[in-house]
């Protein structure tokens, strides 16, 4: 009989997880070529495509679901066989998880992760940071645990893993007039503007397209937060511009009156991506908290 090879399925795993045979390249310390050659051979072994071309990047195959999970769980309990000593009894770890990432995040995925948390490492704590501009070594001088960000600035050495693709929608309170008729570009810029921006901007690639058309809006309200742009909404004829979809969830608990609504522009979906340093890759409990979030993520997209 065969012995199949096992590195095999390491790579599928690491392709499945980044969804990008760049990524993963960059992940096994291989060039992109190796990481396609490696590509076929699985597509080969498993006689299944596996990912295939979507637009600009790649999507798995339903045979790939299928078999996500349980790679996963062979691949932590063959590396499970080799770190034995490394475990610990996470049920008793004692530690705080610093976490920079934004409002967006922790709103939706926030509460989520405390419960877990609580579940499997009652004695951890966690710490979010603000998202900072300027504080690009955090993650290599051990001040962060994780990142998460759509902005994939970070050094060659900072491992990057996609979590999930963020479209944006309109907000405004339900009963705006903007409702009235059909939303055009030309009456969306009728109306004020938030801008929600850590550093304070005011303008942005929505400026761009609207230029584009002729057309030109006016922001009178700037804040850093998302939860602070729509509170300002719901008594006013102001509308956000830039909702990430995946907030609308989180509003209907609050028993605020807002409405969302097409945007009139075509604009481009960020990636949000978590990040850390590679010296976190084997740890015990750095490597259940990505592995969580991951999860998180991956079950709300479905």
Not at 6 to 13: I, M
Not at 20 to 38: D, K, W
Not at 58 to 67: D, I, M, Q
Not at 122 to 139: M, N
Request: charged fraction near 20%; include cysteine; charge should be neutral.
């Amino acid at each position: 009989m065969q012995i199949p090879d096992l590195n095999l399925l390491v790579a599928l795993n690491v392709l499945l997880e980044e969804g990008s045979v760049v990524g993963a390249a960059r992940r096994m310390n291989l060039s992109a070529p190796a990481m396609s050659r490696t590509l076929t051979r699985i597509r080969e072994a498993l006689n299944d495509p596996i990912l295939v071309r979507s637009g600009r990047g790649l999507v798995p195959t339903p045979r790939a679901l299928e078999l996500q999970e349980q790679v996963r769980g062979v691949v932590e309990l063959a590396h499970g066989v080799f770190t034995q000593s490394q475990h610990s009894d996470l049920s008793q770890l004692e530690r705080t998880f610093s976490i920079r990432a934004n409002d967006v995040f922790f709103g939706v995925y926030g509460s989520a992760l405390r419960e877990q948390m609580a579940k499997e490492m009652p004695k951890a704590t966690l710490r979010v940071v603000p998202e900072g501009f300027t504080d690009d070594e955090a993650l290599s001088e051990g001040r962060i645990d994780l990142a998460i960000s759509a902005n994939n600035t970070f050094s060659s050495d900072i491992k990057v893993q996609q979590l999930f693709t963020c479209p944006f929608v309109g907000l405004a309170r339900e009963d705006h007039p903007i409702f009235d008729q059909s939303i055009t570009a030309q009456r969306f810029v009728g109306y004020d503007h938030i801008s929600v921006s850590r550093r304070g901007h005011a303008r942005g690639p929505i400026d761009t397209k609207l230029a584009e058309l002729g057309l030109e809006r006016r922001v009178s309200f700037t804040t850093p937060t998302f939860y602070s742009a729509i509170f300002a909404l719901a008594d006013a004829d102001m509308i956000l511009p830039l909702m990430p979809q995946l907030l609308l969830k989180t509003l209907e608990p609050m028993g605020l009156k807002l409405r969302a609504f097409e945007l009139p522009i075509a604009l481009q979906a960020v990636n949000i991506i978590q990040a850390w340093h590679p010296r976190m890759d084997n740890d015990p409990a750095h490597r259940w908290l990505r592995r969580t979030l991951k999860t998180f993520c991956d079950t709300a997209a479905l």
